[in-house]
């Protein structure tokens, strides 16, 4: 399957911890993106990236999150001291350029406890 | 800034029914427009998108939606709706840092 993979699918983890997750995109985009979703709302743009660059960032991303794409291809987002309000889907997505279709992976549910 | 509103939270239609799923966004320039739609335990997919041209744009499953600048609306339609299309429809604007809508979750009476 090239589609987008994100991993886990699922993380419950006690408050206070960090976690990581992990996207792999279609093997050729170059663009990567990170959205959050919370139960009834549409996704929330959080951060994208442009190879290794890191181009924008929400105001939703606070300092305790942090997203890297070291090569240019996969991308992990940690999430340091984590709080209930944290709880989310975590969607990747990825496109080949500005203005093409972002194609989403499966996400990952975030459960803080 | 940019933004999106989906005036209805649930729509139930009936198995054969037509469908028009309303959309209104905010933005400062012509706006990149797009519908996704969500299955349960699914990514989101792709149904159609508009960048510039043609206002009627044809998407995938059926689907269809008409860019309207005066009214600032991007409403979905489907002629016949078939059971497997109940999901959470979002509707979208802008390109890098895309605005969703909250949803319109579909329910497909037999």
């Known amino acids: 399957d090239t589609g987008v993979s994100q991993n886990p699918r699922h993380k419950i983890t006690k408050r206070g911890q960090n976690v990581t997750f992990r996207c792999d995109p279609i093997?050729?985009?170059?663009?990567l993106y990170w959205y959050r979703q919370t139960l009834g709302q549409g996704p929330e743009f959080l951060t994208y990236?442009?190879?290794?660059?890191?181009?924008?960032k929400s105001r939703l991303l606070s300092d305790r999150f942090s997203a890297e794409r070291p090569k240019g291809s996969f991308s992990t987002l940690e999430i340091q001291r984590t709080e209930q309000g944290d709880s989310a889907m975590y969607l990747c997505a990825s496109s080949l350029d500005n203005g093409s279709e972002q194609f989403f992976g499966p996400g990952t549910r975030l459960t803080v406890l | 800034a940019q933004s999106v509103t989906q005036p209805d939270i649930h729509i139930t239609v009936s198995e054969g029914a037509s469908l028009e799923l309303r959309c209104n966004y905010s933005?400062?320039?012509?706006?990149?427009l797009f519908w996704y739609v969500q299955s349960p335990g699914q990514g989101l997919q792709l149904l159609l998108k508009y960048f510039s041209g043609d206002t009627l744009v044809q998407g995938i499953k059926g689907f269809e939606a008409e860019f309207k600048r005066s009214q600032s609306s991007f409403n979905l339609r489907k002629p016949s709706v078939h059971w497997s299309d109940a999901a959470e429809y979002f509707c979208?604007?802008?390109?890098?840092?895309?605005?969703f809508g909250a949803g319109t979750r579909l329910t497909v009476k037999p």
């Open positions: 979208a604007v802008g390109d890098n840092d895309m605005r």
């Open positions: 933005y400062g320039a012509t706006p990149y």
């Open positions: 990236f442009q190879n290794e660059a890191q181009l924008e």
């Open positions: 093997s050729e985009h170059n663009r």
